[in-house]
């Protein structure tokens, strides 16, 4: 369900989809979104009046010290980047290459990211990167994982960001006059189903599945259990 949040583009509660055992995500438990520092300030009194609980800021610090969140200092603010200020750039020529790489170097810190959705006080979980697409995605993917949304609403529900975002790309590729830059500006922008489930294919492939991945990344069956009853 889209949620309307002045100035985010791409805003939306995962509740309602269906898990296999023919239940669904419950409503205001998990919401995806892209930074919250493109907020109007009356998306930032719409966040206040959604009964967020905790918002998870996935981006790296020098990405916050750039572009801060008005909920960056906030007691609802919590941060968890997915790499490491050590680690080097991914230097990937493809968006899945570069998710499995960011996914294989640090499961630690996906499963990290997964426990503060877990562990979280009563409310709405708002999870944002950047653009609120990949890193995003990943988390997304993971948590509807373990919540038994089958693959295919998964990947439904990852597609739904290149809709809500190809203005934002139209927009950044209408100011790059040099147009050999567009082509990899289209592949680390755009959100295609087929990258999902190649991020879901390596998962299953490497590691016998997200859950199997998340326990690799040091998640307990209690951790597991939490979050499961959390979206369910």
Request: hydrophobic share 40%; net charge negative.
């Amino acid at each position: 369900m889209d949620l309307e949040w002045p100035g985010c583009r791409n805003v939306r509660d995962v509740g309602g989809l269906p898990t296999a055992d023919g239940g669904r995500v419950r409503e205001g438990v998990l919401i995806r979104s892209e930074s919250l520092h493109f907020l109007t300030p009356e998306g930032v009194e719409a966040v206040r009046r959604a009964g967020v609980g905790r918002i998870l800021d996935l981006r790296g610090d020098g990405e916050v010290a750039k572009a801060p969140t008005p909920f960056t200092d906030d007691p609802l603010g919590v941060r968890q980047a997915l790499q490491d200020p050590a680690d080097p750039e991914h230097g990937q020529a493809t968006i899945v290459a570069a998710c499995t790489w960011m996914l294989d170097r640090r499961p630690e810190l996906f499963a990290a990211a997964l426990k503060a959705i877990a562990d979280a006080p009563d409310g709405a979980v708002v999870v944002h990167c950047h653009g609120g697409k990949d890193r995003t995605g990943m988390i997304v993917a993971l948590a509807l994982s373990i919540a038994g949304v089958p693959e295919e609403e998964i990947v439904a529900d990852y597609f739904l960001t290149q809709e809500r975002l190809a203005p934002w790309l139209e927009e950044q590729l209408a100011d790059e006059p040099d147009t050999s830059l567009h082509p990899e500006m289209i592949e680390f922008r755009d959100t295609r189903a087929e990258s999902m489930i190649a991020i879901l294919r390596h998962l299953d492939d490497t590691y016998g599945g997200p859950e199997a991945y998340l326990r690799h990344g040091g998640l307990t069956t209690d951790d597991l259990d939490r979050l499961r009853k959390r979206l369910t």
